[in-house]
């Protein structure tokens, strides 16, 4: 059974430019959360969505989006770069969220801002 | 609001001897509580997790870890270490309603042979 797989693995970027990542979850999970993870402020939730909606938001500008598609791959967009923004970007699925089966997490998304 | 405390952002010790690393939380309600290891340039993978039923819980790889209320702790252990457990660890706790998980500051495990 294939994991939570998140592409592209390393991307460097511009500041001011934008980007957006992808996560396609574990087969039959419906929940994908988004994790940042930096060396000062460690792991802080960015949003989980739910069947194509978001279900619960963290503390981040609106600077950070996301969305889920119907075959629940879930893409985040960041707009306007910050060099603050280069990090480690986790996605995590599960069935139907944290509660009831936990997460599998996706080996990240290592975004450099220059 | 939930919390959690790992102390020690740093732990060494030598191969076949015990590991111990220190997770703290704080929580208003019975939180459900984490270990996950992270090997470099990669995610997050599970160790094991407390959901309310046993206090003592097992996880992969001969780590275990014990949820003590009194003391609002849930410490990891091994009694024997490998130098494939050299990794980062966190210990997270759920927040209320299980929206999201909090994350200690995690502690760098380091095995010399």
Redesign the interface.
């Known amino acids: 059974k294939a994991g939570v797989t998140q592409t592209p693995r390393y991307l460097i970027k511009t500041r001011g430019q934008q980007v957006t990542l992808s996560c396609s979850p574990i087969s039959g999970h419906r929940s994908v959360s988004w994790y940042q993870q930096t060396p000062g402020q460690g792991l802080q939730f960015l949003f989980e969505y739910f069947s194509e909606t978001q279900r619960n938001k963290g503390n981040f500008p609106g600077r950070f989006s996301g969305r889920q598609f119907s075959n629940s791959r879930s893409e985040m967009n960041v707009s306007t770069l910050e060099l603050g923004d280069s990090a480690l970007y986790l996605c995590a699925s599960s069935l139907v969220g944290l509660e009831a089966d936990g997460y599998t997490f996706g080996s990240g998304t290592r975004l450099t801002v220059v | 609001a939930q919390s959690v405390t790992q102390l020690g952002s740093h732990v060494s010790v030598s191969e076949g001897a015990l590991v111990l690393l220190r997770c703290n939380y704080s929580s208003s309600v019975p939180p ?1 509580l ?1 270990w ?1 290891v992270q090997y470099p ?6 160790l094991l ?1 407390y959901t309310s039923a046993a206090t003592l819980v097992k996880g992969i790889n001969g780590f275990e870890a014990e949820f003590k209320k009194s003391e609002t702790s849930f410490h990891l252990t091994k009694p024997s270490a490998h130098m494939s457990d050299a990794a980062e660890y ?1 210990c ?1 706790v ?1 927040d209320v309603g ?9 502690t760098r495990l380091l095995v010399s042979p």
């Open positions: 459900y984490f996950y340039n990669q995610g997050l993978q599970l997790k966190f997270a759920s299980f929206q999201k998980l909090v994350f200690g500051t995690g």
